[in-house]
């Protein structure tokens, strides 16, 4: 899943971005209006403008610093204090970052400017209720970019929460129906080998305890999703037999890549149901995992009865469901899942997710 950037340093990236862009924007107007240099009128658009736009900045910052400890609350980044609070840090920025710039200005261009304390001139009274307007209308958009990517972010953890309750519900529903499958095999083998039931049982009450306290987590290394499907499988060549031999293929080089829980569970337990099962001979599952690029490439494939038979045997589809709706929840459009017959008889069930 893609990293998402710090809300606050977005926030001041795109402060940045809105100061040079109304600079320039300023300059060019002045240019346009008054006539002279261009080049002229952005050095004293970017010299007023930028300090303008850092002097209110910090005086907001500080304030909001002092009004969060006289109140006694914890700092917290990015809170509003108020317009009536903003006003005055608008009004003594716009003064000092105007008088600073305009000086600043002067000595880099060797031009001469009135100061601002010469307000009786129409010319500087001008200049200064058109900067103070440009900072209103700044702060007002500054505010109100804000406030909607604080509503985005907002909306984007709500989103993420709702994804995990999701996830954690398909968890929840998937573990009892693994555990309702394991414990039809054994009551089908105490009926038929009861000292075999017996090791089945001890067998059981182990892999259970990895499984369901491995099951609590959100994701673990593929090496541990392949030891919980070796147990499993254990178990149930303690039922079938020879009838049901195994091949496990997990690289080392992919053996702590995280995946979800269980992903493959439902999968294997699919193959042996309604695929080996059914068979009289039985057959071969073959578990494997391999990188194709980017991407972790998980492969369930059983040499049994195939997709035309499985289809008519009951009980079908929930754990298939599963798969696809936690891929869903938890990789959106980057994960796929396939169900294939192969060309010798059997099915391949094939997982692709982010490596």
């Known amino acids: 899943m893609r990293a998402e950037q710090h809300p606050f340093r977005q926030e001041w990236v ?7 862009a109304i600079c320039a924007i300023v300059g060019l107007l002045n240019y346009l209006i008054r006539g002279g240099q261009l080049g002229l009128s952005m050095l004293y658009s970017f010299a007023i403008g930028v300090q303008i736009s850092a002097y209110i900045s910090l005086l907001a910052y500080g304030l909001e610093r002092l009004l969060q400890r006289w109140r006694g609350a914890p700092p917290a980044a990015g809170t509003w204090i108020g317009w009536g609070w903003m006003l005055p840090c608008i009004l003594l920025g716009s003064l000092a970052g105007f008088t600073l710039g305009q000086w600043l200005a002067d000595l880099l261009s060797g031009h001469r400017t009135l100061p601002p304390w010469q307000w009786a001139d129409r010319r500087v009274a001008l200049s200064l209720a058109f900067t103070l307007l440009v900072s209103l ?4 958009y500054f505010y109100a970019a804000s406030r909607l990517g604080l509503a985005r972010l907002a909306q984007a953890q709500a989103q993420r929460q709702a994804a995990e309750a999701r996830l954690a519900l398909l968890q929840s529903q998937l573990e009892p129906h693994m555990l309702f499958n394991t414990l039809a095999h054994l009551r089908v083998l105490i009926k038929l080998r ?14 259970l305890r990895a499984t369901l306290q491995a099951s609590r987590a959100t994701e673990h290394a593929l090496a541990e999703e392949f030891e919980r499907l070796s147990d499993y499988l254990a178990l149930m060549q303690l039922r079938m037999g020879e009838r049901l031999r195994v091949a496990l293929d ?3 080089a992919l053996a702590a890549l995280p995946v979800p829980p269980l992903l493959l569970q439902p999968l294997v337990e699919n193959a042996i149901k309604h695929g080996l099962e059914p ?33 008519d045997l009951p009980g079908t589809g929930f754990g298939l469901a599963q798969v ?3 891929l869903a929840q938890r990789y959106g459009d980057a994960a796929s ?10 099915s391949i069930a094939r997982i692709e997710i982010p490596a």
Do not use: C, K, N, W
């Open 324 to 326: 696809r709706e936690r």
């Open 250 to 252: 997990l690289p080392p």
């Open 137 to 140: 209308l700044a702060s007002l």
């Open 14 to 20: 795109g402060h940045v971005g809105g100061t040079v």
């Open 279 to 311: 068979h009289v001979d039985g057959g071969e599952l073959r578990v494997s995992a391999a990188r194709a690029g980017g991407r972790l490439v998980l492969e369930v494939a059983d040499s049994g009865a195939g997709l035309a038979r499985a289809t």
């Open 337 to 346: 899942f396939s169900l294939q017959p192969l060309p010798a008889g059997g």
């Open 194 to 207: 009861p000292d075999e039931a017996q090791r089945m049982l001890d067998r059981l009450i182990d892999y």
